[in-house]
């Protein structure tokens, strides 16, 4: 696939990646804006203090507004797979989109187009592609219910549910252990656990936990 060649935008929110670190994770983000145009001053604006490297329009027009290999400002506090520092960690793509709505089928073509090439750049595995509800449970909701996880983990961009069969009753330890072990390891009480991994792998579900809740974390 030819390398995709985004609009450069450039933000004056970033920095250099902490400790050396390099990008293992990417975390996806919807904008919660009312159009790509208004995101796109909020995230160069150094009042906000805030950025992300890319912004995908609903048209699917790709923007980069900081180098891959600098730490921009989207995750905030949070944790995923028992580390912190998420932003020294990651390469955060926004999405406009106001999170009740669908995604457009431009900008999705967008996505699955970059974000293949970000994970053969940096090495990062399909399991390192989640949302930031995923690191800040409780705190965010983004990419939101709306979202297709599914989609990016059939074209290998995003960890599949699991469809396990395994004879393990589902409970709050039983969940909190299953989802630890896929990265969900921010300290949250129980219901807001529950609600994270609904959000990334049954964004339908509703009522008390049931083992469909489970299945989908079960290796």
């Given at each position: 696939m030819a390398a995709l060649a985004p609009i450069w935008h450039p933000s004056p929110?970033?920095?250099?990646?902490?400790?050396?670190?390099?990008?293992?994770?990417?975390?996806?983000?919807?904008?919660?804006?009312?159009?790509?145009?208004?995101?796109?001053?909020?995230?160069?604006?150094?009042?906000?203090?805030?950025?992300?490297?890319?912004?995908?329009?609903?048209?699917?027009?790709?923007w980069q507004l900081v180098a891959e290999d600098q730490r921009a400002w989207h995750a905030g506090a949070g944790e995923w797979a028992g580390q912190q520092d998420i932003n020294s960690r990651s390469i955060g793509v926004e999405l406009d989109n106001r999170g009740d709505h669908p995604f457009s089928e431009p900008q999705m073509r967008t996505l699955e187009?970059?974000?293949?090439?970000?994970?053969?750049?940096?090495?990062?595995?399909?399991?390192?592609?989640?949302?930031?509800?995923?690191?800040?449970?409780?705190?965010?909701?983004?990419?939101?219910?709306?979202?297709?996880?599914?989609?990016?983990?059939?074209?290998g961009c995003a960890r599949p549910a699991s469809r396990s069969h395994a004879a393990t009753a589902a409970t709050p330890h039983t969940l909190r252990k299953a989802a630890q072990a896929c990265g969900f390891t921010a300290e949250v009480d129980d219901a807001t656990l529950l609600e994270a991994v609904r959000l990334r792998y049954r964004p339908w579900g509703e009522g008390a936990l049931c083992r469909d809740d489970l299945i989908p974390l079960l290796d």
């Open positions: 929110n970033f920095g250099p990646r902490r400790d050396g670190l390099r990008p293992h994770l990417i975390v996806l983000h919807y904008t919660a804006m009312q159009s790509a145009d208004a995101a796109l001053t909020r995230l160069c604006d150094p009042a906000y203090e805030v950025s992300a490297h890319y912004l995908i329009g609903g048209d699917g027009r790709l187009a970059l974000l293949p090439q970000i994970m053969t750049r940096w090495e990062i595995a399909p399991e390192g592609v989640i949302g930031h509800s995923d690191l800040a449970p409780g705190r965010k909701w983004d990419p939101g219910p709306r979202f297709d996880w599914q989609r990016l983990a059939t074209l």
